[in-house]
């Protein structure tokens, strides 16, 4: 299994452009996410997916759109770039949470850094 | 909501002597606590999960955590750091609720670690 792959690795935008960041995952997950990490806050939760044409906004969703059009796939669009959104952006996935004392692992990919000026 | 408090963004500690990260949770409900690390360049990587069973945690690279109620506290240890254990570590919270979206991280705090 690849496990979470995302691309690209590394994008410089210009303020005002757009630009799609590519996420796949090969383990059936029904669960996906974005995180944006920037330094000192952590990962803040940006959108996420309980299921193919299931999406819903986490805690910073502003200035970003995704869809879910197949389990394995969860593009995350910047509609128009501000320096704002520079940051590394992170997607995961892990199966959906079960009645029962445990949680499963969520999977992260490598991560796309962006740079906006 | 729950939320998770990492003390200290930087640890420093010398090859061979005790990793000590600490971490304290909030949350209105029993929770689920995790500590999550990430290499440089790379994503993150579980290193262990508590989720209700003992509250001595034993996880990857010989790190464990102890839950403690009482402390609201959930401290990841390792007896002897090796270099290779030089990353940033993210605690992590959930609630028990079947809600996929609840987990919150920690700001992180980055290990050092000197020859």
């Known amino acids: 299994n690849a496990g979470v792959t995302q691309t690209p690795k590394f994008q410089v935008l210009k303020t005002g452009q757009s630009m799609t960041l590519q996420c796949a995952q090969d383990?059936?997950?029904?669960?996906m996410s974005w995180y944006r990490q920037d330094p000192g806050m952590g990962l803040r939760l940006i959108h996420y997916?309980?299921?193919?044409?299931?999406?819903d906004q986490g805690e910073v969703p502003n200035g970003y759109n995704v869809s879910r059009s197949t389990t394995e796939d969860f593009p995350l669009r910047l509609l128009s770039a501000a320096p704002s959104q520079t940051s590394v952006y992170f997607c995961a996935s892990s199966r959906l949470p079960r009645l029962g004392p445990s949680r499963d692992t969520q999977y992260f990919g490598p991560g796309t850094r962006l740079t906006v000026l | 909501a729950q939320s998770v408090t990492q003390l200290g963004s930087h640890v420093s500690v010398s090859e061979g002597a005790l990793v000590l990260l600490r971490c304290n949770y909030s949350s209105s409900v029993p929770p689920y606590l995790f500590w999550y690390v990430q290499y440089p360049n790379q994503g993150l990587q579980l290193l262990l999960k508590?989720?209700?069973?003992?509250?001595l945690v034993k996880g990857i690279n010989g790190f464990e955590a102890e839950f403690k109620k009482s402390e609201t506290s959930f401290h990841l240890t390792k007896p002897s750091a090796h270099m290779s254990d030089a990353a940033e570590y993210f605690c992590?919270?959930?609630?028990?609720?079947?809600?996929?979206?609840?987990?919150?991280f920690g700001a992180g705090t980055r290990l050092t670690v000197k020859p």
């Open positions: 992590a919270v959930s609630d028990r609720s079947l809600r996929a979206n609840d987990m919150r």
């Open positions: 997916s309980v299921g193919a044409g299931i999406t």
């Open positions: 508590y989720t209700s069973a003992a509250t």
């Open positions: 383990m059936n997950h029904e669960y």
